[in-house]
């Protein structure tokens, strides 16, 4: 498992019950001073900030691509979790991305610039200077 040096960026690991969890991969995480925290049996609602994320990857990605091999998979998902964070408005936060790379303007600016991202499968948009 890599984590780039952002170990200490991590507190909890909080995780469903699924097999392909195992006490080795717990005990990597121990070591490195993440604290593995298990959510209830049958209880998805434990965990919905990752249920949700998983939903909105398969409805908006990967069911409507076909997906190669893992290094493509890893290629799509990098490219659409920059996109997730930076670009996609979000309902809850008032159409916001969580951590916009660009300066939130007014709407009713002049032209708009269409930015294609994964070939076009997601479109991205912001104003054009003036």
């Known amino acids: 498992m890599e984590l780039d040096g952002r170990v200490s960026e ?12 195992t006490t ?3 005990s ?22 990752a249920e949700r994320f998983v939903g909105t990857v398969r409805r908006e990605l990967t069911d ?3 997906i190669i091999n893992e290094r493509h998979l890893t290629s799509v998902l990098n490219r659409y979790v920059s996109h997730y964070n930076h670009r996609r408005p979000h309902r809850a936060r008032l159409h916001t991305p969580p951590r916009p ?13 269409r930015r294609r991202v994964l070939s076009g499968l997601i479109n991205e948009y912001e104003p054009v200077a003036a």
């Open 10 to 21: 991590f507190r909890f690991l909080v995780r469903d019950r699924a097999g392909q969890f």
């Open 24 to 26: 080795s991969f717990d």
């Open 28 to 49: 990597v995480l121990t070591d490195a001073g993440i604290d593995v925290v298990k959510i209830p049996p049958r209880c998805p609602r434990a965990n919905c900030y």
């Open 64 to 66: 409507r691509l076909l």
């Open 101 to 113: 790379d660009y300066p939130l303007t007014e709407s009713g600016c002049g032209a708009v610039r």
